[in-house]
């Protein structure tokens, strides 16, 4: 079964960083662009960031961009998003989807099927 897992959520002050963790399962990630959602509390599910096959080429959400860095180990088949200095609006559960298309991947292109998603908490 092709599965997506996000993991390396928590609870972090405001200021603080989180690392969170996209690791594939039955597939390979190498052909497929990642990207990184987030649906906070009465809100709907938002993109925040998108990093191609290759990893050369990575989008950002505006909130995010300057604090958030997408990464990829095509050899672990995991896609990192490293999370600094976050603000109380970074709390969320955030979700990770797979795309053959990075053009669909880079304009935040909802998908049918997701994961169960990490929680992401930033409160003092």
């Known amino acids: 079964q092709l599965q997506l897992v996000e993991s390396g959520g928590g609870l972090v002050q405001p200021g603080g960083s989180l690392r969170l963790s996209c690791a594939a399962s039955?597939?390979?990630?190498?052909?497929?662009?990642i990207g990184w959602f987030r649906q906070a509390p009465g809100k709907e599910r938002e993109g925040v960031s998108c990093?191609?096959?290759?990893?050369?080429?990575?989008t950002y959400a505006d909130s995010v961009k300057g604090r958030f860095t997408i990464s990829r180990d095509n050899a672990e088949n995991t896609v990192y998003l490293q999370m600094n200095s976050l603000k109380p609006e970074d709390t969320a559960v955030y979700y990770c989807?797979?795309?053959?298309?990075?053009?669909?991947?880079?304009?935040?292109?909802?998908?049918?099927?997701w994961g169960q998603g990490t929680q992401v908490t930033v409160s003092s």
């Open positions: 989807a797979a795309y053959l298309d990075y053009g669909l991947c880079a304009i935040g292109t909802l998908v049918r099927s």
């Open positions: 039955g597939f390979t990630l190498d052909y497929y662009a």
């Open positions: 990093i191609s096959s290759s990893g050369g080429s990575t």
